[in-house]
């Protein structure tokens, strides 16, 4: 150990969940760093419908985490035998699945294995690998410490983060459970030591989202009128006498329109006067956040009149404008990257913004009165009016995590050098460029811990456990479970990866090592595994 940690009065902390293996344990509550991460329901509520939406885009936009690069994957280094701190302990698992009497030698995938998915702190959209684990509520996940402190950003807990038990290609069978408290050791919290680079998250009990993409529906004008979303009109060409026919029974309320095609001042709308001779035309031009801010405000515009100057804002009331100007509409990150080539070439005007995760877009308009010669307009008739719907999400209690997939049991102060069998998403190419895995479908390697402890002198590790194994990034947070039984599919997480090696100097990773899980790594696990979290909905 590296340290020597007395509690508080000498009192020992062995009540609870873990009392029997804690007997006796020099550790303190001080040890034990706990951030919040979805403070209320309706916030965790908001961060599953971010990753369900449109058919659970986001989950599938989702890349690898990227903590270690081709130059961190290097030689570990022998450090001598393990020192456990107290005696070695466990906790049992829950939820085990119907043993089989199949006789197959294929590795039986456990259900409570899936994916974490969050943002970080540059906004871009990760997964790491992870776990349900035993605790008093069910609502309890392991995972690495870097796959949920943000050590790029000051160790920060990253943004919109869930776990997706039994994740595949954008679905999430067993519903989506938003991380509520992060618990780690306040070593990796605040120092960022790798020696203890795991983390236990309390969860909300999971939902599932059913419902449809946006809808296009056709209704009456009042309707269209009074609908503050996207709208469509449905137009056909006319001659100007039959517009002017229009106009004169119905007024410029009447289902009758016009197009200027002039430039960049083209639009659908209902007003035009004629003066000395000369043609005019009230027209929406979309213009930059600059020029909207210069424009002045103009009142409601009336036929034959100019209560509009020469240009004006458009009313957000105006039910003729073509957009509420100055209002961030939230889009999608593929027409954020659309939108951001169009206007690197002048052919958008708004603002374009992309934060914590989300992508958003602002645009403008002003009305301008301009002249224009009569064969430059033309007119249509309004044969529909259309509005389009926002998607519908239904959300609905899926449970709680350890009731639906069950949960591994956690050990800590075990001899090494013992079988253990890792599961995790392997996606990252090997530093040689070889890419063996795809992180669609979850991986596992088998057989013994080296026998001693191992650090790495550049990422300041010493008291890690190594397994060969050629997983790759991806699998980083996945756990390592002893006596795992591949009828019963659940065993004990006596480790999560945490760092990737070339031990051979092929360029290639073909060692994974872990933090040595010891009576500290139990304190932090019996913290987590006693604060109840709750349901979303």
């Given at each position: 150990?590296?340290?020597?940690?007395?509690?508080a009065g000498g009192?020992?902390?062995?009540?609870?969940?873990?009392?029997?293996?804690?007997?006796?344990?020099?550790?303190?509550?001080?040890?034990?760093?706990?951030?919040?991460?979805?403070?209320?329901a309706?916030n965790?509520?908001a961060?599953?419908?971010?990753?369900?939406e449109n058919?659970?885009?986001?989950?599938?936009?989702?890349?690898?985490?990227?903590?270690?690069?081709?130059?961190?994957v290097a030689?570990?280094q022998?450090?001598?035998?393990?020192?456990?701190?107290t005696k070695?302990?466990?906790a049992?698992?829950?939820?085990?699945?119907?043993?089989?009497?199949?006789?197959?030698?294929?590795?039986?995938?456990?259900?409570?294995?899936?994916?974490?998915f969050?943002?970080?702190?540059?906004?871009?959209?990760?997964?790491c690998?992870?776990?349900s684990?035993?605790?008093n509520?069910?609502?309890?996940?392991?995972?690495?410490?870097?796959?949920?402190?943000?050590?790029a950003?000051?160790?920060?807990?990253?943004?919109?983060?869930?776990?997706?038990?039994?994740?595949?290609?954008?679905?999430?069978p067993?519903?989506?459970?938003?991380?509520?408290?992060?618990?780690?050791?306040?070593?990796?919290?605040?120092?960022?030591?790798y020696?203890?680079?795991?983390a236990?998250?309390t969860?909300?009990?999971?939902?599932?989202?059913?419902?449809?993409?946006p809808?296009?529906?056709q209704?009456?004008?009042?309707?269209?009128d009074?609908f503050?979303?996207?709208?469509?009109?449905?137009?056909?060409?006319?001659?100007?006498?039959?517009?002017?026919?229009?106009?004169?029974k119905?007024?410029?309320?009447?289902?009758?329109?016009f197009?200027?095609?002039?430039?960049?001042?083209?639009?659908?709308?209902?007003?035009?006067?004629?003066?000395?001779?000369?043609?005019?035309v009230?027209t929406?031009?979309?213009v930059?956040?600059?020029?909207?801010?210069?424009?002045?405000?103009?009142?409601?515009?009336?036929?034959?009149?100019?209560?509009?100057?020469?240009i004006?804002?458009?009313?957000?009331s105006?039910?003729?404008?073509?957009?509420?100007?100055?209002v961030?509409?939230?889009?999608?990150?593929?027409?954020?990257?659309?939108?951001?080539?169009?206007?690197?070439?002048?052919e958008?005007?708004g603002k374009?913004?992309?934060?914590?995760?989300?992508?958003?877009?602002?645009?403008?308009?002003?009305?301008?009165?301009?002249?224009?010669?009569?064969?430059?307009?033309?007119?249509?008739?309004?044969?529909?009016?259309?509005?389009?719907?926002?998607?519908?999400?239904t959300?609905?209690?899926?449970?709680?995590?350890?009731?639906?997939?069950?949960?591994?049991g956690?050990?800590?102060?075990q001899?090494?050098?013992?079988?253990v069998?890792?599961?995790?998403y392997?996606?990252?190419?090997?530093?040689?460029?070889?890419?063996?895995?795809?992180?669609?479908?979850?991986?596992?390697?088998?057989?013994?811990?080296?026998s001693?402890?191992?650090?790495?002198?550049?990422?300041k590790?010493?008291?890690h456990?190594?397994?060969?194994?050629?997983?790759?990034?991806?699998?980083d947070?996945?756990?390592?479970?002893?006596k795992?039984?591949?009828?019963?599919?659940?065993g004990?997480?006596?480790?999560?990866t945490?760092?990737?090696?070339?031990?051979?100097?092929?360029?290639?990773?073909?060692?994974?090592?872990?933090?040595y899980f010891?009576g500290?790594?139990?304190?932090v696990?019996?913290?987590?595994?006693?604060?109840?979290?709750?349901?979303?909905?």
């Amino acid at each position: 150990m590296k340290r020597i940690l007395i509690p508080a009065g000498g009192a020992l902390l062995a009540t609870g969940l873990l009392a029997a293996g804690l007997a006796g344990n020099a550790m303190a509550d001080s040890d034990v760093a706990s951030d919040p991460m979805a403070t209320s329901a309706a916030n965790a509520k908001a961060i599953a419908q971010f990753w369900a939406e449109n058919n659970g885009a986001a989950l599938k936009a989702a890349t690898q985490s990227n903590v270690w690069d081709n130059a961190d994957v290097a030689k570990l280094q022998s450090k001598g035998g393990y020192s456990a701190d107290t005696k070695p302990g466990t906790a049992p698992p829950i939820g085990a699945e119907k043993k089989t009497t199949s006789k197959s030698h294929n590795v039986n995938m456990p259900k409570t294995i899936g994916k974490v998915f969050f943002v970080n702190s540059k906004g871009e959209k990760k997964w790491c690998s992870a776990t349900s684990i035993q605790s008093n509520y069910r609502n309890l996940v392991s995972t690495a410490g870097h796959c949920v402190y943000d050590t790029a950003n000051n160790t920060d807990v990253m943004g919109k983060w869930v776990f997706v038990p039994g994740y595949y290609q954008g679905k999430a069978p067993w519903g989506i459970y938003v991380g509520k408290q992060a618990f780690t050791h306040y070593d990796f919290d605040v120092y960022e030591d790798y020696d203890r680079d795991y983390a236990f998250v309390t969860v909300y009990n999971g939902v599932s989202l059913t419902g449809t993409g946006p809808q296009v529906k056709q209704v009456n004008k009042a309707e269209y009128d009074a609908f503050k979303g996207e709208k469509k009109l449905k137009v056909e060409e006319i001659t100007e006498e039959q517009y002017k026919e229009g106009f004169s029974k119905y007024g410029p309320e009447g289902p009758f329109a016009f197009d200027v095609v002039k430039g960049e001042a083209t639009n659908v709308g209902h007003d035009y006067v004629v003066k000395e001779g000369e043609k005019k035309v009230l027209t929406g031009r979309e213009v930059t956040e600059y020029g909207y801010d210069k424009a002045p405000k103009g009142t409601e515009t009336l036929i034959n009149g100019e209560k509009c100057p020469t240009i004006c804002q458009i009313d957000s009331s105006d039910p003729t404008k073509k957009g509420q100007s100055g209002v961030a509409v939230a889009i999608t990150e593929a027409e954020y990257k659309e939108l951001v080539a169009k206007k690197a070439k002048g052919e958008y005007l708004g603002k374009l913004e992309a934060k914590n995760g989300s992508w958003y877009k602002t645009q403008y308009w002003v009305k301008q009165w301009i002249k224009v010669d009569a064969d430059k307009i033309k007119y249509y008739k309004v044969v529909g009016y259309f509005i389009v719907e926002p998607a519908s999400v239904t959300v609905k209690d899926a449970g709680r995590l350890g009731d639906n997939v069950g949960g591994q049991g956690f050990a800590w102060n075990q001899p090494t050098g013992k079988y253990v069998r890792v599961f995790g998403y392997p996606a990252a190419p090997h530093p040689d460029g070889h890419k063996n895995y795809t992180g669609i479908t979850p991986k596992w390697c088998y057989g013994k811990t080296t026998s001693k402890l191992v650090g790495s002198a550049a990422k300041k590790i010493e008291e890690h456990v190594a397994l060969k194994c050629a997983m790759t990034e991806g699998a980083d947070g996945g756990p390592w479970l002893l006596k795992y039984s591949n009828a019963k599919r659940i065993g004990y997480v006596n480790g999560v990866t945490s760092t990737f090696n070339d031990q051979d100097s092929n360029n290639r990773v073909d060692y994974i090592s872990s933090p040595y899980f010891d009576g500290e790594t139990a304190v932090v696990y019996k913290a987590a595994a006693n604060v109840w979290s709750g349901k979303i909905v």
